[in-house]
């Protein structure tokens, strides 16, 4: 059963401006990490931020930050002043049982 | 960085062949993945294997088998390939079971 939603299949952003891709999970975990990768155009699948569940604060990495609301069990990404090259596939990834499951994935789409 | 190989970027088999896809992981990972990638579905996972001839099944292990003689190499293996396993194949690493993983740039399959 599918337990990462990501309900934005496409998202499209002006160059510059800020988007927001969400994300929900459901785990059973007390203690976990929460995991957004970039899948860029015919290119490797990367880490873009990581945030640990016990930790209140939000996690940040340049550009890149999350919303986490654990009670509610949403992860959203946000990307300030979207740049060309932040266009890709981005997906949400949360621990279940033995493994890691994956959402569908959001296109983000850059425009000049 | 670590770094994680994949045998072929792109294969077209024919329907009955059996197909090997090879995955290396330079990084002494214990954790190794198999994940099948398709529009709309995100990457769900075939199989994985937590040591040396290890293996566990993930949501969709029917066709497939894998192989891990060592502890840097795990391959998905194919018995009988039929058409509706045309999909991109991700192979993927990690240190711990729940934390980040690295992936390979992908094996795009088509079986015709």
């Known amino acids: 059963a599918q337990t990462v939603t990501q309900s934005q299949p496409e998202m499209s952003v002006q160059e510059a401006e800020t988007v927001t891709l969400s994300c929900t999970y459901d785990?059973?975990?007390?203690?976990?990490?929460l995991f957004w990768y970039k899948q860029p155009p015919s290119r490797q699948m990367i880490l873009v931020i990581r945030?640990?569940?016990?930790?209140?604060q939000n996690a940040t990495e340049n550009r890149f930050s999350v919303n986490f609301q654990k009670a509610a069990k949403s992860f959203s990404l946000k990307i300030s002043d979207s740049q060309l090259g932040d266009a890709a596939m981005y997906f949400c990834?949360?621990?279940?049982?033995?493994?890691?499951?994956f959402g569908a994935g959001t296109r983000l789409t850059v425009k000049p | 960085d670590v770094k994680v190989t994949q045998s072929s970027r792109y294969l077209v088999k024919r329907t009955g062949e059996k197909v090997f896809l090879e995955c290396v992981q330079d990084?002494?990972?214990?954790?190794m993945f198999w994940y099948r990638q398709d529009p709309g579905l995100g990457l769900r996972l075939i199989y994985f294997s937590y040591d040396v001839k290890m293996k566990e099944k993930g949501d969709i292990p029917e066709g497939y088998s894998v192989s891990r003689e060592k502890k840097e190499r795990f391959s998905l293996i194919l018995e009988s390939a039929s058409t509706n396993q045309t999909s991109m194949y991700l192979c993927?690493?990690?240190?711990?079971?729940?934390?980040?993983?690295?992936f390979g740039p992908g094996t795009r399959l088509t079986v015709l």
């Open positions: 785990t059973s975990e007390s203690d976990y990490y």
């Open positions: 990084m002494d990972h214990e954790n």
């Open positions: 993927a690493s990690s240190l711990v079971r729940y934390n980040e993983q690295f």
């Open positions: 945030q640990e569940a016990y930790k209140q």
């Open positions: 990834a949360s621990p279940n049982n033995n493994d890691m499951r």
